[in-house]
C-alpha cells in the first residue's frame, strides 16, 4: 500500500520559513494536499492539487511536488500557524485514501 | 454555506454495532463523493470509506473494511456510517467529509467521538 511520511516535528522561529515535506514513491505523479489542524478542531484545506490555495487561504501557504518529495511552505510564519499539518493522497488504483502521519509545526 | 453535522458517536461496548449520521446543507449533496475519516486520541487521520455521489461505488480502508458500511439518503441530505464489530482501535473522533476533484477534503464536519470500551 501506499506509504505517505511526514516528520513527525518542525520548528522554526517567527517570521521565518517553514518548509513541511512528505515524501512518497513518485508522489509526483500524485495529486497532493495539505491540511491544517488545531488543537479540538477539524482540519482545513489549505493548498490541494500540490499547489493551488483554496479561497481565505493566505498566500504564505504555498505547495511544490516533484520527484518523491511534495512540499508545503509558510512563508513569514506566525504564532497562529502553529497546528498539525497532514498530506493526503487519493490512491486511485487502489481506491483508497492516504494520510501522512502529520507534522506538528512549532513556532518558536 | 456548507454545513456538515455528525451525529450519533457516545461509548459502546466491544463487539457491539453503532450507526454515525452527517447531515449537510448549503451545497447539491447529491451532487458529492463523501467520505468518513477518524483520528484515534492523540493520533493522526485515517481515511475509513468513500461513497459516490449516487451511493453506486463504496471503498473502505483495510481496518473497517467487512465491518464498516457506508450508505447516503439523498432525499435527505445525510451520510450513515454503519460500524458493527467494534474494537477498541475503533475509538476515534470520526469527521464526515465532501470530496472534490481529485479527492481533496474541502469541507469537514465537527467530529463525533466513538469510544469503544472492553
Known amino acids: 500500500s501506499y506509504v505517505l511520511t511526514q516528520p513527525p516535528s518542525v520548528s522554526v522561529a517567527p517570521g521565518e520559513t517553514a518548509r513541511l515535506t512528505c515524501v512518497g514513491d513518485?508522489?509526483?505523479?500524485?495529486?497532493v494536499h495539505w491540511y491544517q489542524q488545531k488543537p479540538g478542531q477539524a482540519p482545513v484545506v489549505v493548498v490541494y492539487?500540490?499547489?493551488d490555495r483554496p479561497s481565505g487561504i493566505p498566500g504564505r501557504f504555498s505547495g511544490s511536488n516533484s520527484g518523491n518529495t511534495a512540499t508545503l511552505t509558510i512563508s513569514r510564519v506566525a504564532a497562529g500557524d502553529e497546528a498539525d499539518y497532514y498530506c493526503?493522497?487519493?490512491?486511485?488504483?487502489?481506491?483508497?485514501?492516504?494520510f501522512g502521519g502529520g507534522s506538528k509545526l512549532t513556532v518558536l | 454555506q456548507v454545513k456538515l453535522v455528525e451525529s450519533g458517536g457516545g461509548v459502546v461496548q466491544a463487539g457491539k454495532s453503532l450507526r454515525l449520521s452527517c447531515a449537510a446543507s448549503?451545497?447539491?449533496?447529491?451532487?458529492?463523493?463523501m467520505h468518513w475519516v477518524r483520528q484515534a486520541p492523540g493520533k493522526g487521520l485515517e481515511w475509513v470509506a468513500l461513497?459516490?455521489?449516487?451511493?453506486?461505488?463504496?471503498f473502505y480502508g483495510d481496518s473497517v473494511r467487512g465491518r464498516f458500511t457506508i450508505s447516503r439518503d439523498n432525499s435527505n441530505n445525510t451520510l450513515f456510517l454503519q460500524m458493527s464489530s467494534l474494537s477498541a482501535e475503533d475509538t476515534a473522533v470520526y469527521y464526515c467529509?465532501?470530496?472534490?476533484?481529485?479527492?481533496?477534503?474541502?469541507?469537514w464536519g465537527q467530529g463525533t467521538l466513538v469510544t469503544v470500551s472492553s
Open positions: 467529509s465532501r470530496g472534490v476533484g481529485s479527492q481533496t477534503f474541502d469541507y
Open positions: 448549503g451545497f447539491g449533496f447529491n451532487n458529492y463523493a
Open positions: 461513497i459516490w455521489y449516487d451511493g453506486s461505488n463504496k
Open positions: 513518485n508522489i509526483e505523479t500524485r495529486m
Open positions: 492539487d500540490d499547489s
Open positions: 493526503q493522497i487519493w490512491d486511485g488504483p487502489n481506491n483508497r485514501g492516504v
